[in-house]
């Protein structure tokens, strides 16, 4: 896979990332998907799928600006299962970072996170956003500050991580029941973009021995729990649950 783009000055920072993330060996079925490189950042498309639009990562406008600005508060679901309160500010491990929604919304609490994402056009996606983001006026410092990535398996990267996490953060792909237009649009290419999943249990022990105050799993309301393991506490939202795995009390 190759990224298309019409600015002949990029060459070289996409043709780093083509190798960073090893676009070329990326099984791309049937070429339905491509990467374009355009005035707002990488974007990804689904060439059967026109109307979905792209898909990009974006930390500095839009929602994500609303988000940094007003926080969203800590009373939403995911930061009590973060275990955040008042002069609480958690090390997060995101293991499974997707497009780094989630990691955005932790940071933007306070959260300082790492990210992990193994597939390598997810990988190639969020490090650009990142990228730019990193040199944005108004938030290249904060970001730079608080949220970096790495690229491989969390399967590997747990194990061998030497820094100090308070939270593991599981978000791993389940399958969807609903097949209508009420999944999001992102979730439908991720689906077919990312697969399954299927080895997501095979995280839990490795976040379990990685965190110091506790592992945090999202999962559909209909999931199983991770690894056939019961949490300590579930915190539900509308479709989706919190499990919470306690290691330690979260303190100052
Ligand atoms: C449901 S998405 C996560 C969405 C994310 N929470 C967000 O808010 O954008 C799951 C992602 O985890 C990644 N993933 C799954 N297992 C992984 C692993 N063992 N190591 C690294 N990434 C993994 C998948 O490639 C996929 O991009």
Known sequence: MIIHS?????????A?????????AWHNPNNLFQLHYDELGLSLHKTD????????VDFVTGAAAHRRKFGGGKGQAI???VGLNKGVT???LDGTAGLGRDAFVL???????????????VAALLYDGLQRA??????GAWMKENMRMEFGSSHQLLPRSTDDIDVVYLDPMYPHRDKSALVKKEMRVFQDLVGQDLDADGLLPDALALANKRVVV????YAPDLNHQKPSMVIATKKNRFDVYIKAAMKN
């Open 49 to 56: 799928e026109k109307k979905l639009g792209a898909i990009r």
């Open 16 to 24: 780093k990332i083509e190798q960073q993330f090893n676009l070329a």
């Open 218 to 221: 999202k999962r559909p309301d």
């Open 107 to 121: 940071a933007a609490l306070g959260c300082k996170v790492i990210l992990h994402e193994r597939n390598p056009v």
């Open 79 to 81: 930061a009590k299962a």
């Open 6 to 14: 019409p600015f002949a000055e990029l060459r070289d920072y996409l």
């Open 90 to 92: 958690p090390t997060v």
């Open 134 to 139: 990193y040199q944005d006026a108004e938030i």
